[in-house]
């Protein structure tokens, strides 16, 4: 059902301040169902849904036979959800959580579930970089965001777009930006076009292991002034002769790295 009939007898209305923007096409909806079944490897398939909404992407990815782990913040959504999924909850492919996206724990699930959601679009980087925080207890994740933010995980160095979000998220994990989700296709209608991104797992960090902690020591004075070459950007952090040594030229920039050299060079940092 159109998420308008469903709030249709009740004082529920979509919250802006939650970014709430429902997903209304079922192509798209069973794409992105489809697209994190391929990520889940665990033997019961399951998915972690950060953002369940009115459920329907949670009934797609329960017809297409995950366990899911629905997330829902807006405590008016989820007695809707809990009425609406009551014989799931009683089969016990599904479970309901009054929570936050950005603190709910994922450090309990089993090793290879997936991560999906279609985020708010003003906290859709930082839900993201959960993933990363997940790693690499995660098979993977498949995320609809603002297209904007989806480009930025994709982006390749040299590109505009290839920032520190791109090689936070890339130094953990496969990125492809995989289909683009028109504005009409949500309720209410946003000002701008949505992405779908999945995230597969690397088997170890690229570059060199390292921590995000680590990683983001280089990466922020490095793309805060992205317009300097690295030997002035990172002075104070790192001397030119740790850049070489790691294969990285101190005369170029921030853009000019790729991933696995900056796995490389934030493994030369103190933990």
Known sequence: MHPRSLLAGTEIRPKRSFGQNFLVDDTHREAIARLCLELARDRDRTVVEFGAGLGSLTAMLGTLGARVIAVERDRELVPLLRHQFARALTDGWLEIHEDNALTFPLD???????????????????????????????????????????????????SKTYGSLSVVVQSRFDVRLARTVPKGAFWPVPEVDGGVVTLTSLPAPRGAPHTRAQLERVLRPAFQQRRKTLHNALKGVVDDAALLAVGIDPKGRAEDVDVAGYGRLAATMPL
């Open 108 to 158: 309990d699930r089993p090793e290879g579930f997936a991560l999906v959601g279609n985020l708010p679009y003003h906290h859709a980087a930082e839900i993201a970089l959960r993933a990363v925080d997940a790693w690499p207890r995660l098979g993977g994740a498949c995320f609809l965001v603002q297209k904007e933010v989806a480009q930025r995980m994709a982006a390749t160095p040299g």
